[in-house]
């Protein structure tokens, strides 16, 4: 069955980066557009970036330059580099897959000092 696994987040300044990676199997993984959503406390889940099959990028605009979503297809990997992170990045991070209601269990990322 389709699993997606987040792993990468942590607790970071103000300023600083991580990268995120999402492991994905049970199905094509190089065939299919992959997104990245986040959830932040007490807010509806929102897009963040998506990359087709293709490799075409697109960003939500408070995320452009500074975030880039990028795939590995051999390695069934996405990936969220994140740079001069916000506090108001502060979520819980997930990969999807598009088309399909499917979802990872979420990475939280926490941007305080």
């Known amino acids: 069955q389709v699993k997606l696994v987040e792993s990468g987040g942590a607790l970071v300044q103000p300023g600083g980066s991580l990268r995120l990676s999402c492991a994905a199997s049970?199905?094509?993984?190089?065939?299919?557009?992959m997104e990245w959503y986040r959830q932040a406390p007490g807010k509806q889940r929102e897009f963040v970036a998506r990359?087709?099959?293709?490799?075409?990028?697109a960003y939500v605009s408070f995320v452009k330059g500074r975030f880039t979503i990028s795939r590995d297809n051999d390695k069934n990997t996405l990936y969220l580099q994140m740079n001069n992170l916000k506090p108001e990045d502060t979520a819980v991070y997930y990969c999807?897959?598009?088309?399909?209601?499917?979802w990872g269990q979420g990475a939280q990322v926490t941007v305080s000092s």
């Open positions: 990359i087709s099959s293709g490799g075409s990028m």
């Open positions: 049970g199905f094509g993984f190089r065939n299919y557009a």
């Open positions: 999807h897959r598009d088309p399909g209601d499917y």
